[in-house]
């Protein structure tokens, strides 16, 4: 089955355009990668998907509804979740609060309900502080559970935010950068987290990655943007040894650059 | 059971020393004191608005002369009695807050700022120039409160009627923000787009968020009717916006009990100025400033350093979710492989 299928994007910011008629599918449970040099339009592509721009032409489809021009919370409750290049955990909060935000389209209690504490809201803050913990136990890090979030390392609020937008249980995450800042060894192990909430919770990737290293280990296949247009399309070695994805990367004159230095 | 000491116990014994007031008290204090009360409800509301959901609005002066004019002239043009004009006063000042406030929903920061500063303005000159409904600059007389048959007095009658009033306030606010509602206004202010893409709908919650300042600056407006006699236009210009603002800035930015303990100190403050009515203003300003640079989250910053203090955003029973053993970084480090990956600091990290 299709989890996502992007038909024609294009993406304009005034006379900018960010993306020019992008197509690509998403199989579900597949780990895909978006890869690309610096304003190749990676991070429009996915704030388009999930409603954060506005598409100027082609059709997005997500998990067989038609998602194009949808607004945000829409698109997020029919099981799209989204993780940020920086990191957005909320700092006001501890960190099992922020856990608990990601179910806000989980739970119902109305304004009155909270304000009165009704049964039926209190039942529902102690099942939301139950799931919250237990995904926050599922990545290892529910020893944080009760400290503000601004106490955490970068890599630890990523993680974090992972298990915030894993407890609503959505049907496929788009991660901007997961690897930022993080060593090879720690990669390593992001790598593992992700296939594991693939493999047992059926969650499907499309990530933006520059860490080579994640995108080859872990991604199944691989979308290489460059000008806002798809250039490539396929698996990781494939896309690695393709010479318009290293010009991409490198400039044409990357050979006698070389020789002249 | 532990002895514990912490903010629930510090509000129950404001409130009892409050109610105590008017045994041990002159008329003059029992007047600051039923202000104060009046005055913890405009800096809840706002606290809400501001501190909770992030939204610089500068309409709440406005909002709470609403109050005070819809049941003034509820009472004076329609000749309600006072128990169905306060109501009517305090929906009044909701619906409007929340109606004039629609178009500034989408907009945010200095302009959020700038268009809730003109409605202000506006309301403000409504209120002088609308002379056949609002009596212009001069103002009105109110009516005494007449709560018969209950055995109480007018000055009585409206304290211990905004005694209950402001109690109850503050426990339905309190209990607001640590839920669902209470994250959704944080998740707003400390991040819109993730807020977005976790499904919090940012109209519906700025809209929440503004509805209800609106509806607790109205009801202080309410209460503020019969407490003063008389009401002219004066009492809700620019002026009194900066005393709730530095209320909600020196009290504590996002804590209700920053809002209660704001508005004790200011108006004790307040009064404690009055013989210098000049240097109000400056003294004020001059400690806004102070407080926005030195101690940005207000008073209850220090307070939470003490066990009991700290205001959770959800109301769970902790005591479940405890991880055995010290829950330092470096405990969890040796726990799990993910935790390691992620326990060191982010500047050990290389790109």
């Not at chain 2, 608005?49 to 002239?73: D, E, K, P, R």
């Not at chain 2, 003063?228 to 236009?233: K, T």
Request: charged letters at 15%; glycine letters at 12%.
């Amino acid at each position: 089955m299709k989890m996502l299928s992007v038909r024609d994007l294009s993406v304009a910011f005034g006379g900018v355009l960010a993306l020019s008629e992008v197509s690509f599918d998403v199989a579900e449970g597949e780990i895909v990668g978006i890869i690309g040099p610096n304003g190749a339009g990676k991070t429009t592509l996915l704030n388009t998907i999930s409603g954060l721009s506005r598409a100027s032409q082609g059709e997005i489809h997500f998990a067989g509804t038609r998602i194009t021009g949808r607004r945000p919370t829409e698109i997020a409750a029919l099981g799209l979740g989204r993780t940020f290049q920086m990191s957005q955990l909320f700092p006001g909060m501890t960190v099992l609060e922020n856990v608990m935000t990601g179910l806000h389209l989980r739970t119902r209690a109305s304004a009155l309900a909270a304000a009165f504490r009704t049964r039926g809201m209190r039942a529902e803050e102690e099942e939301a502080a139950g799931k919250a913990w237990q995904a926050l136990a599922y990545v290892g890090m529910e020893r944080f559970a009760h400290r503000p979030g601004t106490e955490l390392s970068f890599g630890q609020q990523r993680i974090v935010e992972i298990a915030r937008t894993l407890v609503s249980e959505p049907k496929l995450v788009l991660l901007d950068e997961p690897a930022v800042g993080l060593s090879v060894t720690r990669v390593a192990e992001l790598d593992g987290l992700l296939r594991r909430i693939r493999d047992e919770r059926g969650v499907t990737f499309v990530m933006i990655e520059h860490v080579v290293r994640l995108v080859m280990d872990v991604c199944d296949r691989v979308v290489v943007l460059n000008y806002g247009m798809k250039i490539e399309d396929g698996r990781p070695e494939e896309v690695s040894a393709n010479g318009q994805v290293i010009e991409a990367y490198l400039g044409s004159g990357f050979d006698a650059a070389r020789r002249s230095s | 059971m532990r002895l514990a000491f912490g903010s629930r116990q510090f509000l129950a014994l404001l409130f009892l020393g409050l109610a105590i007031i008017p045994w041990v008290a002159n008329p003059y204090i029992l007047y600051v004191a039923n202000l104060a009360l009046l005055y913890i409800i405009l800096a809840l509301g706002l606290n809400l608005l501001v501190g909770y959901a992030g939204q610089f609005a500068l309409a709440n002066a406005a909002m709470f002369g609403i109050g005070a004019y819809g049941t003034g002239l509820l009472e004076v043009r329609l000749g309600l009695p006072y128990l169905l004009a306060a109501p009517g006063g305090a929906l009044l000042a909701m619906l409007i807050g929340t109606a004039i406030t629609f178009p500034a929903l989408r907009l945010s920061g200095i302009y959020l700022a700038l268009s809730t500063l003109a409605f202000a303005m506006f309301s403000q000159w409504v209120l002088l120039h609308w002379y056949s409904v609002t009596y212009g600059g001069g103002g009105f007389r109110v009516p005494n409160l007449d709560l018969s048959p209950l055995p109480i007095g007018p000055d009585l009658g409206i304290y211990y009627l905004s005694w209950v009033v402001t109690l109850v306030l503050v426990v339905l606010a309190w209990s607001l923000v640590r839920s669902r509602i209470g994250r959704a206004f944080v998740a707003i202010r400390d991040g819109e787009i993730a807020a977005q893409s976790l499904g919090i709908d940012l109209l519906r919650y700025k809209a929440l968020a503004f509805a209800l300042s609106g509806f607790y600056a109205g009801v202080a407006g309410a209460l503020y009717t019969p407490l003063l006699g008389y009401i002219s236009p004066e009492g809700f210009d620019l002026f009194q916006m900066i005393i709730q603002k530095s209320m909600i800035v020196v009290g504590g930015m996002g804590s209700i009990v920053g809002s209660v303990i704001g508005a004790t100190v200011m108006v004790a403050l307040l009064e404690l100025l009055r013989e210098f009515k000049s240097t109000q203003e400056i003294v004020f300003g001059s400690i806004l400033i102070a407080f926005v640079l030195f101690r940005p989250r207000g008073i209850v910053t220090l307070l939470r350093r003490l066990p009991g203090w700290e205001e959770p955003l959800s109301s769970f029973d902790r005591r479940r979710y405890v991880v055995s053993g010290p829950a330092s970084p470096a405990a969890a480090a040796a726990a799990t492989g993910l935790a390691r990956a992620a326990a060191e600091p982010a500047r050990g990290e290389g790109r």
